[in-house]
């Protein structure tokens, strides 16, 4: 019954019908509440593996190849490119607090000047800007991924931290909780019709993660090589549905990402790790 009613309620607020307009907290508690039910096997602590967590072999082969990652060469080259002074000489790590320890927890964020999310890709390519330097293309694997795939491990252990202040940071979320609830594509899914309603269950040799979780470890290295962005991942599972996919860093996802990190908060973020 539980699951119907977080579809419902979500689409309510969606299409403004119902006028049950849940808060950001109340929304990660429910859904937070579903798994619990749902899922009662994985421990809310363990969300953070995804389906892996759901797998006993591919858990146990997740941790073999955290211990010695084959693509920690592609996550030393993105220390490289951190490191690397621009022609002004300054480095990445002057645009970030605390030299960018601890800080991609906080992205995406609302920028009230701006109004819009900021990924934090996008802070990324912010500091490129104002430094003068070339913006980085959003989902490329030999700048921007490679640059998060090291940067991002400078927060690892952090705990997600999205907030949702205001009425532009709410528009933006409520419309990222749309895209998520709403049903699309020739096969009709919603990305909650898999991540929500069936986390835990298989489709084709898969089991489906749930969404909780689903931010905290980005980028990823599928296969143990094919190095993946978060959102690179939306395009997938729009595809699988033959859904309309969007472009890495558009307005549709940036608000997707900040909802599904939403519902994150709470959980210690790992970057660069393994996924099948
Ligand atoms: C047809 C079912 C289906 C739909 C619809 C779907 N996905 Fe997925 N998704 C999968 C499968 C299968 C995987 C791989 C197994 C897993 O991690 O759940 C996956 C993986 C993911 C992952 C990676 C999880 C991880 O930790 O590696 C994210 C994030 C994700 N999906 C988000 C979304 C979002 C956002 C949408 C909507 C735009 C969506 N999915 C729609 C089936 C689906």
Known sequence: ???????????????????????????????????????PAVKPGDYIYGALAMEKDSMAQYESIMDFPPYQAVIDHGKEIWDKPFKNGKTFSSCFPNEGKNVAGNYPMFDDKLGKVVTYEMAINQCLASNGEKEFKYGDKNTMSMVTAYSRTLSDGMKMNIKVAGTGAL???????????????????????????????????????????????????????????????FQGCNK?????????????????????????????????????
């Open 1 to 39: 019954m539980k699951k119907i009613a977080l579809s419902l309620l979500a689409f309510g607020c969606a299409i403004g019908t119902a006028g049950v307009n849940a808060s950001p907290e109340q929304d990660r508690v429910q859904m937070a509440a579903h798994y619990k039910k749902t899922i």
């Open 171 to 233: 528009a933006a979320y409520e419309a990222g909780k749309e895209h998520f609830f709403r049903r699309r594509g020739q096969l009709n899914f919603a990305c909650s019709t898999c991540h929500v309603d069936n986390a835990g269950n298989r489709i084709r040799s898969e089991t489906l993660s749930m969404a909780v979780g689903h931010a905290t470890h980005w980028p990823v290295f599928r296969g143990g090589d094919t190095l993946t962005s978060l959102q690179t991942r």
């Open 240 to 276: 699988q549905v033959r859904a309309v996919s969007f472009e890495n860093g558009s307005e549709e996802y940036n608000n997707l990402e900040y909802f599904l990190s939403y519902m994150s908060n709470g959980l210690p973020m790992k970057a660069s790790v393994f996924r099948k």
